[in-house]
């Protein structure tokens, strides 16, 4: 016995950038939370018009970078003051403006790697497999079409509803996403 699959969500397909803009803003406007857009090239205030979320990659990043600084500080403190102190030219041990240079490139260092980690595990990266890839005319994503899916896990979400709600957006097709 084969089961059913389940539905991903619903996928509606449109022409241009202006219409998948004004229909993002339409279906949060309507509450719909749960949804994603795909699109051939970045899309200017799209991505206001999915989510209003704030991003969690700036206190990622601002807490790596001060965890990297701090690092670096306590190892060159620990390294020249407590585990090898040597007295040169009568400066103290604890020196602290020669570690300036280290401290600051461990801060940038600690936080560069954090933003691009940060930003490939908050964006699900990398995703051989996606369920709209199960789409026909999903392949056009990368060429000419802009998409919009609302995902079946939104609290919102009902197959028939939504799916005449996408229609009254008039996309060029709308269709039903299965996992």
């Given at each position: 016995m084969s089961e059913t699959p389940r539905i991903y969500g619903v996928m509606a397909e449109f022409a241009d950038s202006e219409a998948i803009?004004?229909?993002a803003k339409s279906a949060y406007e309507a509450g719909y939370r749960q949804m994603d857009a795909y699109t051939p090239f970045p899309v200017e205030g799209l991505a206001e018009n999915l989510t209003h979320k704030r991003s969690k990659v700036p206190l990622i990043v601002l807490l790596a970078g001060i965890a990297g600084g701090g690092g670096?500080?306590?190892?060159?403190?620990?390294?020249?003051?407590?585990?090898?102190?040597?007295?040169v030219g009568g400066r103290?041990?604890?020196?602290?403006?020669?570690?300036?240079?280290?401290?600051?490139?461990?801060?940038?260092?600690?936080?560069?790697?954090?933003?691009?980690?940060s930003m490939l595990a908050l964006n699900l990266l990398p995703q051989p497999y996606h369920p709209v890839f199960n789409s026909a005319r999903?392949?056009?994503?990368?060429?000419d079409k802009f998409f919009l899916c609302i995902e079946s896990t939104d609290p919102k979400f009902d197959a028939a509803a939504t799916r005449r709600f996408l229609e009254s957006l008039h996309p060029e097709q709308v269709e039903e996403v299965f996992e």
């Open positions: 803009i004004a229909a670096g500080y306590f190892m060159e403190w620990y390294a020249t003051g407590v585990s090898y102190p040597i007295n103290p041990l604890n020196s602290w403006p020669a570690y300036v240079p280290i401290t600051f490139e461990l801060t940038v260092l600690a936080g560069a790697l954090a933003a691009i980690g999903f392949e056009r994503a990368s060429t």
